[in-house]
């Protein structure tokens, strides 16, 4: 059955683009997106230099597979039983916290290995308790979810893949030359700028629909 020009306009990535809700929760993952790649580059690299072990610094990107592994359901459970805005506004600044914390505790020079791994830790939990909200309320913002949700949900993956791809390699080099504080702080900003897009996000109530979640962080 052929789609009618209506069908076509309101699936098309161009419209979804044209959402202003939709463009605001996007650019808040992108930028919080490069922040996560920054900090578990930046810790990762600290404790391999701290240990001088490779399998500690394994450890640190292990970490969220290890939490979705064994609290990825019940999280994911007590992420739909709480408001979706408010969620992602204190998830967000939460982990901005955990990364301003870190910093100090490195400028005065008390950090060991167990704060970087309980900081990741803290991280991982909050961004899987973020990610389903986040699922939850995609569909909530599209005027029309049945035929938008699907190239809504495309380009906030092709997008997401691509600042992990470009993370990486940008992320190599800041790490390279950029004092470990820095980055930690950086990281924080980041989130602080998720957090502040969100509050700018109106979110029906009546229109949140569950989707499958993803375990990406």
Not at 77 to 94: E, G, H, M, N, R
Request: proline share 6%; hydrophobic share 55%; glycine share 4%.
């Amino acid at each position: 059955m052929k789609q009618t020009k209506n069908e076509i306009h309101n699936d098309s990535y161009g419209s979804i683009l044209r959402i202003p809700s939709f463009c605001v929760l996007l650019v808040g993952r992108l930028i919080s997106g490069a922040g996560q790649i920054l900090f578990s580059m930046a810790t990762m690299w600290y404790i391999l230099q701290l240990t001088e072990s490779a399998l500690a610094a394994a450890l640190i990107p292990m970490l969220p597979y290890i939490i979705y592994a064994f609290l990825g359901i019940p999280l994911a459970t007590i992420s739909d039983q709480l408001p979706k805005k408010q969620l992602l506004i204190w998830t967000d600044i939460l982990r901005a916290c955990v990364a301003c914390i870190l910093a100090i505790l490195f400028m005065s020079g008390q950090m060991v290995p167990w704060h970087i791994y309980a900081a990741n830790l803290l991280i991982a939990i909050l961004g899987f308790l973020f990610n389903p909200a986040t699922q939850t309320v995609i569909p909530a913002i599209l005027p029309n979810p049945s035929k938008q949700l699907a190239p809504a949900n495309a380009l906030l993956n092709s997008a997401s893949k691509t600042i992990e791809l470009l993370g990486y390699a940008i992320g190599g080099i800041l790490v390279a030359f950029i004092s470990v504080q820095l980055i930690l702080f950086i990281y924080a900003f980041t989130f602080l700028v998720s957090s502040l897009s969100i509050v700018f996000i109106h979110i029906p109530v009546t229109k949140v629909v569950k989707q499958k979640e993803s375990p990406a962080l």
